[in-house]
Every structure is written in structure tokens, then in C-alpha cells.
């Protein structure tokens, strides 16, 4: 469970992060949805310590990240996996040199140990047999798997997700999707994900915080947030003409 | 910046491991760079050393003692260290800044490893412990220019060029020489690090990064320069 209290942060004096308050649950998919813009990840990034938020605490499972210094959190982070909006896979390294990375770092695992560990990611995201590729070798869609074994390599107790559909066709966006649900439930670890993909909310979304205008404007599930009245709700999740396709059918049902 | 790089590294396997590949990026492969500088560059001094020698006076060997004194105080260490600031410092800027703007940094942060440590000390180590071995080499190689040049031209003799090269010789300034090779290249990779981990934005950013560091490094050693041969020349 990941603890979000009063945090706040400002760049160059102008705020972007509004005193936000939210819990983030064990064994759910905890989605951070808004439009462009709006602070989802500095939000993110304030929680995993890439940005240092100006006010407000986070805690990690009650441990209070945000007093930490630099060795502690680095013990903290071990237990985070966090897969980018672009993979950030290291270019110089194989698929699976990729993989066995935060194993050969961290660990005193044996050499036989961190390969079984590796080949058992690659597997659990579907990628057996290609260990030797180059990340410029696969694809978007491959990339996104890579940085998701990458992710659970140390079986973190925390899994974060910045927008894992980005620049992905609808058909490997369920695949990511699915497997993000997969392995929150699996594992029992809090996953956050960012995203604006209404698909990823309908499929993923266990717990969704809406963030607009650097504030927290909704919380609730996927069910609710179909029937949501607020406004900036109601242009969001249904921006676009299918959406709104949907609910005009659906509305014609309820008459 | 420079606190969070001299810490002890997570994983010493790793950091010998990078330093050794960082040897070879930044020092091997700038071997044939620095060869093909040095050599001609003392062909070119020992040819207009010895064409501007008209006075009678002057013994033979002149042209083998100035080709030794310009070739160690100046030549290969600073010259040569400013090629080593465009080649190797647009080389780690663009690296560092590469892996920022494609977040393999945060990644690495995310996992709990000082990035500082893990990219930028082994670099620095490499550069310490290699460019010392380039400006030899370069020094060795600017003489034998110097030498065939000589030679090829008709210009002196073998016995006559070695007497000039061993005239007067100071040890000490082979010292001052590598000591000035040292901070060059701490200045170059630091310095270059420093614009490729800052850099924010994209790849343009980094190409300006890239360009900045090479500036930045190359000024720096003009007047680390100066300060050196103040200090350890003249004082």
C-alpha cells in the first residue's frame, strides 16, 4: 500500500501538484488518468523519489519515504519495478543482460540462479528464446514486455506503469494490459499505472484517481466511472465520437 | 555532482568491468587519432625548427632538443588533450545525455543505483588511468616524426637529431607533463558528464549538450594550463 498525503510540488514557482491525498492499494491496479498536462506524472514521480516534492509525505507500507536519505531509499527502491513510457531499456544490453541487471546488482544470487530468474521473466511476459536480442532489435510492443521482466525481476513490492500503451496498436495494448493485471494479482504487489487510454481504464482500472488541474478531482472504480456526473469526468471518458456512440445506446436501453 | 561520483560502488565487479570497456572507448580507440597527430605534428616541428635555423652558431642538435622540449611541455600533453576534449568529451557527453533524455537514468535511479557512480566513475578512472599512456605514446611518436621528417629531408643526421633529443633533458618535466595530462583529463570527462547528465528535452539538446562540453572542457584546459605551468614551472 503506497501513502499519498498533502503532497505538493511547484517548478520555476508555478504550482503543479495541489496538496493530494490518496491511497494507492495492495493487489489492485491503481490507475493515475487525466488529460495532457495535468500533473499524473510528477505525481508518479514525486512517489518514487525522481522528483522531490515540496510538501506532504509518502509512505511506503507506513515507511515514510519522503524522510529517507539517499541509502535508505535506495533500499526502498529495490522493492520498486517501473516500466517507462519508452521501455528504458539499456541500449548496450542484451534482452536478457536487461533483465539479469538489477539481479546482478542487487543480489548474491549464483550465476544458474539469475539465469533461471531471467528466463522465468521472459517467459512470464511471453519472450522465451529471445534473450539475445538487442533492444533495437524489438519491437514496441516487445520493448514494453522486456521493461515489464525487467520490472519484476526483484519481485517488487511495487510495480509503477507510465503510460504502457503508448504508441502501441490496441491488440498488444490489451497484452500489456492484461499482463499488468496478471501480475499485480499474482504477486499481491500495488501497481500504479499512468495512462490517458480510456481501453486501459475500462480493462485494468481497480482503483482510479483522476487528476485535473494538478488536483485530485475523482476517485473511484471502472464501474463508477462510466456514471460519473462530474463534468471534467464526463469530457474525458467520453471524448471520444465512440464513446459517446456507447452511451447513446446505452442511455436508449435505460429509456 | 562530484560528492555522489566518488562514492563506493554498489558492485565493485561492475565497476571494474566498465572501466575496463571505458579503457577501450575512450582510450583505445583514440589511439590512431593520436598517433596520426603526433607524428605529424613533430615532422612538422622539426622541419620548421630547422628551416628557421640560419644562425651559425647554433649547434646541429638544436633542432632534436627543441623537437623533445616542445613535444613533452606542450605539444602532447595540451594539444593532444584537446583532441582527446573533442573526441572523448562529445563522446561522453552524448552517451550520458542520451541515456537521460531515454530514461534509462531514472530506470537506473528507479532500481536504487546511484547512476552518478555507476556512469561517470569509471569514465573518470578510465580517463585517469589512460591518458597518461596516450600522452607517451603521442610523445614517443611526435620525436620519431620528427626523426623520419628530418631524415626524408636530408636535414640532419640520426646521431645529430638522438644527441638533441637527450640534450638537457629534465626528468622533472616529464612529471609536470603528466601531471598536466591528469587534470586534463579529469577536466574533460567531469566536465562533459556534468552537460550530458543535465541535459533536459530531447535530441537536439543533447547535440547542444555534446558541443557545450567540448567548449566548456577545451577552455577549461587552456586554463588549467596556465595555473599548472604557473605553479609547477615557474614557482
Known sequence: MIEVKQVSKSFNGQKVLFDIDHVFEEGEVNLII????????VLAKCI???????????LFDKRNFTEMDRYERSNIRQEIGMLFQGAALFDSMTVEQNVMFPLQMFTNMTKAEIQARADFCLDRVNLAGRNKLMPSECSGGMQKRVGIARAIAMNPRYLFCDEPNSGLDPKTSIVIDKL???ITQEYKITTVVITHDMNSVMEIGDHILFIHQGKK???????????????????????????KEIRSQLQKKAQ | MLSVVFTRPNRWRFFWKHTFLEIDQIGINSLPIVALMSTFMGAVIALQTASSMESPLLPDYTVGFITQSSTILEFSPTIISLILAGK?????ASEIGTMRVTEQIDAL???????????????ITAALVFFPVLVVFSMALSMFGGWLALLVSDLTTTEIYILGIRSFFNPFHITYALTKTLVFGFLIVSISSFYGYYVKGGSLDVGRASTQAVVSSSV????????????MLLS
Open chain 1, 34 to 41: 487525466g488529460q495532457s498536462g495535468q500533473g499524473k506524472s
Open chain 1, 48 to 58: 518514487v523519489g525522481l522528483y522531490e516534492a515540496d510538501a506532504g509525505q509518502i
Open chain 1, 180 to 182: 499488468i493485471r496478471d
Open chain 1, 217 to 243: 478531482w475523482w476517485e473511484g472504480d471502472r464501474h463508477s466511472i462510466i456514471n460519473a456526473t462530474n463534468p471534467e469526468i464526463e469530457s474525458f471518458v467520453y471524448a471520444s465520437s465512440f464513446m
Open chain 2, 88 to 92: 572523448v568529451g562529445s563522446n561522453v
Open chain 2, 109 to 123: 535511479e528507479i532500481m536504487g543505483v546511484n547512476s552518478l557512480n555507476f556512469l561517470v566513475l569509471p569514465k
Open chain 2, 220 to 231: 577549461a584546459i587552456l586554463i588549467a594550463n596556465f595555473i599548472l605551468t604557473q605553479l
